[in-house]
C-alpha cells in the first residue's frame, strides 16, 4: 500500500489550499488517517486525524484546517484555511492500516507548503 501526497504550494497569508492524500488501496473504515508538518530542524508535529471516532485536531490548526476522507476517490483531504507563516511546513499523510494481522503505519512522502507574509 502506499500513500501519495499532493496540493502543496506557496500561497499568502490568509490564503487556502487543499492538500490530498491518495491511498492506493480503499480506506477501510476501521483504518486511522493523519496529516503531520514538520518545520526545518523542527520535531513531526501530528496536526490532524480522522478515523471511525471522528475528528482531531492539534490547537494551532482548529477551527481552521478540515480533514476528511473521500471513499470515491481514496484520499484523505486536508482543507486549509486562513493559512499563517507559521503554517510553513513540509506536510505529510500517514496511514494507520487496518489489516487481518494487525495495523501496519504507512508515511507518504512530503509536500511543502509556503505561506508568505
Known amino acids: 500500500v502506499q500513500l501519495q501526497a499532493s496540493g502543496g504550494g506557496l500561497v499568502q497569508a490568509g490564503g487556502s489550499l487543499r492538500l490530498s492524500c491518495l491511498v492506493s488501496?480503499?480506506?477501510?473504515?476501521?483504518?486511522?488517517m493523519a496529516w503531520y508538518r514538520q518545520t526545518p530542524g523542527g520535531d513531526r508535529e501530528l496536526i490532524a486525524n480522522?478515523?471511525?471516532?471522528?475528528?482531531n485536531y492539534a490547537d494551532s490548526v482548529e477551527d481552521r484546517f478540515t480533514v476528511s476522507v473521500d471513499n470515491v476517490k481514496n484520499t484523505v483531504d486536508l482543507q486549509m484555511t486562513r493559512l499563517k507563516p507559521e503554517d510553513t511546513a513540509v506536510y505529510y499523510c500517514?496511514?494507520?492500516?487496518?489489516?487481518?494481522?494487525?495495523?501496519?503505519?504507512?508515511w507518504g512522502q512530503g509536500t511543502l507548503v509556503t505561506v508568505s507574509s
Open positions: 500517514h496511514g494507520k492500516l487496518f489489516s487481518p494481522r494487525g495495523y501496519v503505519g504507512i
Open positions: 488501496r480503499s480506506i477501510d473504515s476501521r483504518d486511522i
Open positions: 480522522i478515523g471511525s471516532g471522528g475528528t
